[in-house]
């Protein structure tokens, strides 16, 4: 096994390109906003008695519980918000992600190749002293991409919903205190993952990799929604609400199975590394597979056998593996499993080993079931220490011996199946989770040897004579008991199998 690392023209090319992890934008209702419930009536936004609204919300309001592996819990240190009763039934008017673009905005950046449908989940009230913890989304099933967040324009501050990759934290959604005022009505931000803090948050794009929605540049009216949309296995949190209650809408992003053509290729500097490589002699000589560790996670139903496809991988990992198959490579997906990110350092004391067992038995894992073991020897925890910046086990675990090589990427997100396991800070999602869990995957690109390349030169021919048959071209050699004999093809067009001694090389 080979680790192409970062000096490597492979792997540079692939972590010079920066990965969409969210967007924001603002947008103004195209109606008085309501929610109108299931079958009580509508509860009215009216921006004139904001204490009002809140009140009617309250009244059909419940605390907001949170999901700890199996079970679903409420503590206010973790999560203190209410919600809607009705919230799955419940309609927002005035908005509507598709009708306003948002939709078509989102899938832009984290959806290029497959449309997505928007289904509202919840209708959330922050309190002051409001808050929820460090947390991802629990899937709703497999096909859940991200979540978008409406937030209502209730006067209130604090309460900023912030994303964390890596080791940066960036505010996506920030309290209506003023900064909507001199926002352009539908301009949408595009947050990167590289993107600098300074900008972050800002409505400042980065240069030329951010699209601004064409249309108009009003100065946002105090009534204009801002919303924000993520990968929901990107990590948010919501600060504590300081003042006024923070009233937001959240959907479920999902893929919808309709494709869509992607706007720009993204993949396109990793593409033309590659076909650069597979035109040279260094990679895989002698054939082989590569092995890209991805970035997001795929979602995969506990305990089904089949694993995930191409169409799982999200965001800049399904571009690279279309990059691939561009090159008209065959391209697959392998489940694997990677250490907790190097700059969440894990408590060794909480790694729970019998839960990690369970969740490696788990059928979709079939083939890890020997890092059980490994876990249990202790080198799992030794390399989660280690703190390694490549901050993935991917390079130690993923690979066969020989005829594989692993791509080393910066910023492969690597985390554990399971993180739950290993999470020292703990893993909270809205509900408890019993059916899908969170995967690692890495791409598995098949490398043709040279020869299948085409890049092997043909041995130069080699000419032999003999006495009788005359001059010939040598079409290969036999060992028959201890003499060696020659097949050739002489020049009367005749192919003979003669012994080595009766034939003189020209
Ligand atoms: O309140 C928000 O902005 C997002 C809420 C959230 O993270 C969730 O419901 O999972
Ligand atoms: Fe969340």
Redesign the pocket.
Known sequence: MIRLTADSPLSAALDAISEPLACSGVCAPDAPLALVLADDGELVVDLADPDGTVERLLAHAEPAPFGDHERTHFDPAVRRALRLRDRGRVRLRGFDPARHGVLAEVEALLSPRERLVAALT?V?I?PPGGH?VR?R?TPRDGDMLG?L?VLLPLPHSGGD?TIREGDVTRAI?RDSSGAASDAPIREVVHVFEDMPEETAGSREVRGGEARTVPGDSREAPPGALRWAAFFADVE?A?DVVRDGHRV?V?YALSRSGAPREPTDDRAAPFREALARELAGRELLPNGGVLLLPCTRRVIVPRGSNAGPALRDLRGLDRELAEAGRALGLEVRVRQCVAASEADAPVDLAAVDLARLREALAEPSLAGLGELVTFAEEGHVLEYLAGGDAVSSLAPLLLARDGDESVLVRARARATLIHEACFSADGYFG?EHYDAWLHALVAVEMVIPSLAARGLVEPEPARRVRHAKFGDGTVVSEQRSDDNLMLVVRFDDGQERRLLRRFLVDL
């Open positions: 919840d959330q922050y929820f947390h989304d979540t967040v919903l959604l948010h919501i937001v959240t809205n």
